[in-house]
């Protein structure tokens, strides 16, 4: 994945200590109810779409902007599905991050799914009873996204 200039300056002094960084993670439907995934080239899985949130961008913003760079889909989006701080990760170079994990369901208005940038290697629409193998991260987003209730959070709060 392509890392965005922000954080090569964050890098640049902090090395590789850990960096909490918001970022989204996208459900786009069409109007026949299928779902749009991409097929990532850093781990050659389908996935849902998603990506980092740019220093004052809103994860609205964030979300219609990832999908058009990764798919060129334009969509626009609906409402949060759930928000999730994630598990720490590390990468092979040792630089580690932790996501608070955004959510959104957006629906597509426009433009034809193909592969628009060097993270995918694959992209297109799946029914939902013919989904490629997917991770639980992405089902369970998938899942949230289907119904029209509260967002989903981590009830798991004491004080």
């Not at 060097?118 to 297109?124: A, H, I, K, Q």
Request: proline letters at 6%.
């Amino acid at each position: 994945m392509a890392t965005p200039d922000f954080i090569r300056d964050l890098r640049a002094t902090a090395g590789h200590q850990l960096l909490w960084l918001p970022g989204v993670s996208v459900i786009v439907f069409d109007d026949d109810g299928r779902v749009l995934l991409g097929r990532r080239v850093d781990t050659g899985r389908w996935s849902i779409i998603g990506g980092i949130c740019e220093p004052g961008e809103q994860p609205a913003a964030t979300a219609v902007r990832e999908v058009y760079e990764e798919t060129a889909v334009r969509c626009v989006a609906e409402r949060v599905v759930l928000v999730q701080a994630l598990d720490p990760v590390e990468y092979p170079n040792g630089d580690r991050c932790q996501f608070m994990d955004v959510t959104l369901r957006c629906r597509a208005v426009g433009g034809e799914a193909r592969v628009n940038d060097e993270e995918s290697l694959e992209v297109g629409w799946f029914p939902l009873d013919a989904l490629p193998e997917l991770e639980d991260f992405a089902l369970m987003r998938i899942k949230q996204a289907l119904g029209d209730g509260p967002a989903w959070f981590d009830p798991m709060v004491s004080l």
